[in-house]
Structures are given as structure tokens and as C-alpha cells.
């Protein structure tokens, strides 16, 4: 039974909630920030980060919102979400401050720390990445592949993982193709898996594109990526 604590942040003149998960056993412990879907900090975030710390990893659920910002309903999460897709600058900070709540805490091991986000999540892990923060790895799941800010060679210090659907409306192939360039470019260590017959969202039960089968070959796939990036 992992264990749960709140930990607040104010980032910007805003106070954000996060939760952290520890398994239930002795620390330090590699860790996982977890950034959520569009749709903010909900159950399925924590679900998420339940499995991840049934794995053995700390957990930070990040609040990328904030309190008093977390949608109430589909409109709302496609205008706040915008905010940080259209200033990645922002995205970036945010995502580094939560990076440096999860560092400081005493049962993580700060040198053992990964980034992984879905959707919304996924280009915010992308873009953490991208600062050079000291990450062992960093995953997206289904997540935005375009940037503002392209990597240049030196930038990204850890090895990257995307998962991408195929013909996926929101993240369109013009978008892989640029990060795929950009990797190339920069010289960046990363292992891409191309999804067909699957939808964006597929991980995610609240979603119309919830695929309980793909989803737990997803979590297969990325707690192993996981294990052979911390060995």
C-alpha cells in the first residue's frame, strides 16, 4: 500500500496542490514526476501514480494548474491547457518548478529521476527535458512532439522514449517529423514507438479512445524502459 501526502507549491503568485506517493517500503527511492492530460489532476492521474509507486517509484503527481485553475469541465481544461501549449517557455518553468519539489524531497533519490506525462503531460516531460534538467529519462505517452524551442545538441541529458500514435489528429505527423529532425540534429539518444490501430487518449479510461489492452502493454513497455534505463 503505497502512501500519500500533499505537497503545495507556489509557482508564479499561484498555489498549486501536488501528491506524492511512496511505496510502502524503506527510501531513497527512484522517482517519477507525473504530469497529467489536459484535463488537469484527477483520479486518473492518481491511479497512475499508484501503479507507479506499486513499481517502486516515488511519485510526484504534479498540479500544473494550480487550485484554483483545475478545469470543471471539457471547455475549461481546452483553455487553460492552451495556455501552456502556446507559451512553452511557461510549460517549461512550471515543469521545472515541480521538478525541484520532487528533488528536494528526502525519500527520493535526486539522481534517479524521471519525467513521464500523457498528452498534455507528455510535451510538458518532452519540454523539461529539452532544459537540460537532470533527468535519468524522460517519457511521453501519446504527448505533443513540437516545440518553440528545438534542442540543440548538448541540451537534452537524458535518453527520451515517445510513444506516438499513428494518424493521431492531435499530435499530427508534421509534428513527429519535426521532433524526429530535431533528434537527429541534436544528436539525442531516443527510442520512438509508432501505434497503429489505436486512438489518442488510449491509455486514459475517461477517454473515448480507452484501450484496456493497449494500455497495459503501454505500461509494460515503459515500467521495462524504465528498469533498463535505471541498471
Not at 206 to 229: C, H, I
Request: charged share 20%.
Amino acid at each position: 500500500m503505497s502512501q500519500l501526502c500533499k505537497i503545495n507549491l507556489v509557482h508564479c503568485n499561484t498555489e498549486f496542490e501536488n501528491i506524492l506517493l511512496l511505496p510502502d517500503s524503506e527510501g531513497p527511492f527512484p522517482a517519477v514526476l507525473l504530469l497529467h492530460e489536459y484535463t488537469g489532476l484527477n483520479q486518473v492521474t492518481v491511479s497512475h501514480a499508484k501503479r507507479l509507486a506499486a513499481a517502486g517509484y516515488a511519485v510526484l503527481a504534479a498540479d500544473f494548474y494550480g487550485i484554483g485553475n483545475r478545469p470543471a469541465n471539457i471547455d475549461e481544461a481546452r483553455s487553460t491547457h492552451r495556455i501552456y501549449r502556446n507559451d512553452r517557455q511557461l510549460m517549461r518553468e512550471r515543469a521545472e518548478a515541480c521538478f525541484s519539489v520532487l528533488q528536494d524531497q528526502p525519500e527520493v533519490d535526486p539522481a534517479r529521476i524521471y519525467a513521464l506525462g500523457f498528452s498534455f503531460g507528455g510535451g510538458a516531460a518532452l519540454e523539461l527535458a529539452r532544459t537540460g534538467a537532470k533527468l535519468r529519462g524522460a517519457v511521453s505517452v501519446y504527448g505533443y512532439l513540437d516545440t518553440s524551442h528545438p534542442a540543440s545538441a548538448g541540451d537534452i541529458k537524458c535518453p527520451l522514449l515517445a510513444v506516438h500514435v499513428n494518424n493521431d489528429p492531435v499530435v499530427p505527423e508534421e509534428h513527429l517529423l519535426m521532433f524526429e529532425q530535431e533528434m537527429k540534429s541534436a544528436e539525442i539518444d531516443y527510442d520512438l514507438i509508432r501505434l497503429d490501430n489505436a486512438q489518442h487518449g488510449f491509455a486514459n479510461p475517461e477517454d473515448a479512445g480507452f484501450d484496456a489492452a493497449l494500455a497495459e502493454e503501454m505500461w509494460s513497455t515503459v515500467l521495462g524502459w524504465l528498469q533498463a534505463e535505471l541498471s
